[in-house]
């Protein structure tokens, strides 16, 4: 090859390289936006499930007992999760800290018989509202259980919040519902299984955790079953199972939402329950969502939205100030 040519070679390659650059560039942005779209997507989906199957349960509230209504719902949840968790074969099943998931089974059964049990007797629109102080009380939690600093800005935005939910349930005003202390509960009760699931995140799998979850709810409340069994008639058996179908269909939607995007970013989106809920409540029950309401949710969601911000840009400041791991010296080889 003449010198002439190997120059010729020599100059066009840096702009080859630079097309491949911003080709792959390109390509890489655009599967992130993909990504992002599908975590959207899924998020926003899996809330409209949530609020339909909890929708059901608060038309069969009446009919059936809290149990029967948390058996179906566990059992049939595997409908759909069963191919994401017999994909992972048998090393599901394997796990470094047992005690941590039963916590985890503990915390989110009680918190769904409380928030099941609470459907029968409040507003669809007004208990998905108060379940959405789940993120301030794992704030506050996150101090005692994980031994995190949280600042005085989220501290301040957790009092802001549950000043939300004095708005919205103006226990003064002499129309304050005893049911509202077990929406509480079982938001609390959420807060908790939410805070195993982070410790639990850094051996285990996803799919670990929801088998574990889904496999206890239906044995405990299998155990239990027979004692307040009521034999469902007609179109209650669709509905029971749907019940199940929808809730498993609505977890899987919610793991894929946050595998494609991140938190920050999916996240906000998981409010759109509240307006789903008012929908439903609305078509349904003629329910509408007072003012007070309104304003308290708003005020709940302005505060977990502001500590998502918060603790997403302390994870990226941590992340920064951590040094990346040194090379391994050839010497050392």
């Keep these: ?12 390659a840096p702009a080859s390289a630079t097309r491949d650059a911003v080709g792959g560039t390109r390509t890489g942005a655009s599967a992130e936006a993909r990504g992002i779209r599908n975590g959207i997507l899924c998020i926003i989906g899996a809330a409209l499930l949530f609020t339909s199957s909890h929708a059901a349960i608060k038309l069969e509230a009446s009919s059936f007992h809290v149990v029967q209504l ?28 047992p005690g941590l998931h039963a916590g985890r089974c503990l915390a989110g059964i009680t918190s769904m018989f409380a928030y099941f049990y609470a459907l029968g007797f409040l507003p669809l629109a007004d208990l998905t509202a108060i379940n959405f102080t789940m993120p301030l009380f ?7 259980l994980l031994g995190e600093k949280v600042g005085w800005r989220r501290w301040t935005a957790v009092a802001v919040g549950f000043g939300g939910v004095l708005l919205m349930t103006r ?28 410790r639990l995140g850094s051996t285990d799998s996803s ?3 929801t088998f574990y979850f889904t496999a206890v709810s239906a044995a405990i409340s299998g155990v239990l079953l027979p004692f307040y069994w009521q034999t469902p008639v007609g179109i209650e058996w669709v509905v029971l199972i749907l019940i199940g179908v929808v809730s498993g269909g609505a977890q899987l939607m919610m793991t894929l939402g946050y595998r494609f995007a991140p938190a920050a970013i999916v996240a906000p989106f998981d409010y759109v329950a509240l307006v789903w809920a008012a929908l439903l409540g609305f078509v349904i029950w003629d329910h509408l969502p007072t003012a007070w309401v309104v304003s308290g ?14 603790e997403t840009k302390l994870a990226r400041e941590r ?5 990346p791991p040194r090379a391994a010296s050839p010497d050392r080889d």
């Design 138 to 144: 794992v704030t506050a939690l996150s101090v005692p």
């Design 171 to 198: 226990p003064g005003a002499g129309v304050f519902d005893p049911m509202i202390l077990l929406a509480l509960f079982s938001a609390f009760g959420y807060a908790i299984a939410v805070i195993c699931m982070r």
């Design 70 to 97: 948390v058996f179906f719902r566990s059992v049939f949840a595997f409908v759909p999760l069963a191919p994401f968790i017999f994909r992972s074969g048998i090393g599901l099943l394997k796990t470094q800290r």
């Design 207 to 209: 799919a670990t955790t």
């Design 319 to 323: 992340a920064a100030a951590t040094p």
């Design 1 to 12: 090859m003449s010198s002439s040519r190997r120059l010729q070679d020599a100059a066009r």
């Design 297 to 310: 949710a708003a005020v709940v969601i302005a505060s977990g939205l502001y500590i998502l911000r918060r």
